[in-house]
Nanobody
Framework: NVQLVQSGGGSVQAGGSLRLSCAPS????????IGWYRQAPGYECVKVST???????WYADSVKGRFTISRDISENTVTLQMTDLKPEDTARYYC?????????????????????WGPGTQVTVSP
């Protein structure tokens, strides 16, 4: 089990930027993957962006060109830089690690393939 400490998030107007950070309790090299998921009220959990232990990144089509995931090996942290934010980006964002299958509800740890999850942080984008 991995503990994940999140920081960042908040409220911003459309077109603005926010940054999310995540610090896992294990080395980034010991995690198959780590990244960000989000869930808006009434919607399922959605994978936003991930990075593997080898540095391979993945982005949802909805955020490509606007969000950038990166890692700081020396600090053992992962950051999601979000730019050109849109109202539809409003959601609770979760850092998660070793996720093999995205659960319907972010934070669900009922099965090992759902991985480990942080507590989530709210991102609100106003028009």
């Amino acid at each position: 089990n991995v503990q994940l400490v999140q920081s960042g998030g908040g409220s911003v107007q459309a077109g603005g930027s926010l940054r999310l950070s995540c610090a896992p309790s294990k080395s980034l090299f010991d995690l198959d993957n780590i990244g960000w998921y989000r869930q808006a009220p009434g919607y399922e959990c959605v994978k936003v962006s991930t990075i593997t232990s080898g540095g391979t990144t993945w982005y949802a089509d909805s955020v490509k060109g606007r969000f950038t995931i990166s890692r700081d090996i020396s600090e053992n942290t992962v950051t999601l830089q979000m730019t050109d934010l849109k109202p539809e980006d409003t959601a609770r964002y979760y850092c998660a690690a070793d996720v093999q299958a995205t659960p319907d509800m972010c934070g669900n740890i009922a099965y090992s393939l759902f991985g480990s999850w942080g507590p989530g942080t709210q991102v609100t984008v106003s028009p």
